[in-house]
């Protein structure tokens, strides 16, 4: 073999070991950096005619596990889910504040514990005085809860499209990956385009297509969100419906609705618009129901001065939020009813029958305290579901997760190995040109 390509053979092995060295020095450095897929020297041999003529390093390959890739991105839609739906149910939760003294549960049994001390001592101005302050501390309980959740809702909104902003400018994002991929073939821009991509599926359900250049193709809900240079942003329209705010996102440049039933945009809008009109629609009808009943039988019955049709509670109360007891009862509590008219004094029917009132199903077939208890539980085992949901979907996540590190993840121990093993190759590829030159200049000396 000629002296010139043992030369070649030396020079194409120190290129290729110090780009191998590079390679793994770029694992080391990325160690920490989770989305980051560790690159491999791509080997590959050179040969001319039967002689091997060396080593060269093509560009390093990324290790991916694209099917768990895929995996993750679904499963973490879910977490993102279930994530927020949980977060937002707790904060409903604590509104309602049961294991509270403000609970509304125990505002209603101290309010009919209240008409039942009147019941015993019908003509004492003192246990009127308590009725009158158990309605109005039943009255602020109400409006406090409803006003809370409304509120909780007005500010999810300005949430919802901050969240729609933010999706937009990683769609933005990710087409001008798409045109560096495209032009550059950076793995850099990949490992971005990943990083994108995974922040992306936390925020709503994506579908994601790779193609072979590495650019990405982005739907939702059947429609291509990214695409080549092409972005299909998303908008948020307002409305009232039954009474109640309701957000719906639209594509930017289409009159069609999104579905978005994943995601942290989806639990976003599943509360907005589902699950906290239902409560408050629920409250509203608690509310409306009791009034109405207390104000019936107190119409019916006289007070002191032998005064009837005198509501309890202010009429047209349409729901928790205008719920108030009469002016004229915060004013005078003597005004409040306790026996029928015609019955002698001490004659308490009238309270009783208001205090009676929390065993008759009132609301739906069922009790006041049976009507708010379900409406506690209900909302308590939504809670725990989502609890345990987003338990379960995060060791999921964990698990692809796990599988997607084995194949793109670095392991500090197999590259410091690597390292000392293409440093040990790269010596010795120096050592052939070295040889190689004293060759040539034992050759020249020759005389």
Known sequence: ??????????????????????TTSGNIANINNSYYARRRPDFSTLSAGLNASGLSARQS???????????????????????????????????????????????????????????QEPESQAARTIVKNKGVMLANGFRRVHGELKQLQEQLQPEIQSKTTEINNILRQLRDINREIRLTGQPEMMDERDRLLDSLSEKLNIDVKELDTGEVRVYADGLILVSDDQVNELRLETSIEDGFNKVSIYYAD???????????????????????????????????NLAESVNNIHRNGENLDGTTDIPFFKEGINGAADFEVNTAIVNDPSLIATRAPGEAEGSSSIARSIYDLQYDTIINDTSPAEFYRDLTVTLGN?????????????????????QKDAISGVSLDEEM??????????????????M????????????
């Open 417 to 434: 190995t690597k390292m000392i093993q293409y440093e040990q190759s790269y010596q010795a590829a120096s050592k052939i040109i070295s």
């Open 436 to 447: 190689v030159d004293e060759m040539v200049q034992s050759l020249l000396n020759i005389r």
């Open 254 to 288: 289409s009159d069609r609705q999104m579905n978005i039933d994943a995601g942290e945009l989806g639990a976003m809008l599943d509360v907005h618009n589902a699950q906290l009109p239902k409560y408050l629609s629920q409250l509203d009808t608690l509310a409306t």
């Open 1 to 22: 073999m000629p002296l010139s390509s043992i030369f070649e053979i030396g020079k194409r092995s120190l290129l290729t070991y110090q780009s191998a060295i590079n």
């Open 382 to 402: 939504e809670v725990q579901e989502t609890d345990y949901l987003r338990s379960s979907q995060k060791l999921i996540v964990e698990h692809v997760q796990n």
């Open 61 to 119: 390959e990324r290790l991916r596990n694209q099917f768990a890739e895929q995996q993750l991105y679904r499963e973490k839609q879910q977490l993102g889910r279930f994530e927020t739906s949980n977060m937002l149910l707790k904060q409903m939760e604590g509104i309602f504040a049961e294991n509270t003294d403000g609970g509304l549960s125990n505002l209603l049994s101290e309010f009919w514990d209240s008409w039942n001390n009147l019941a």
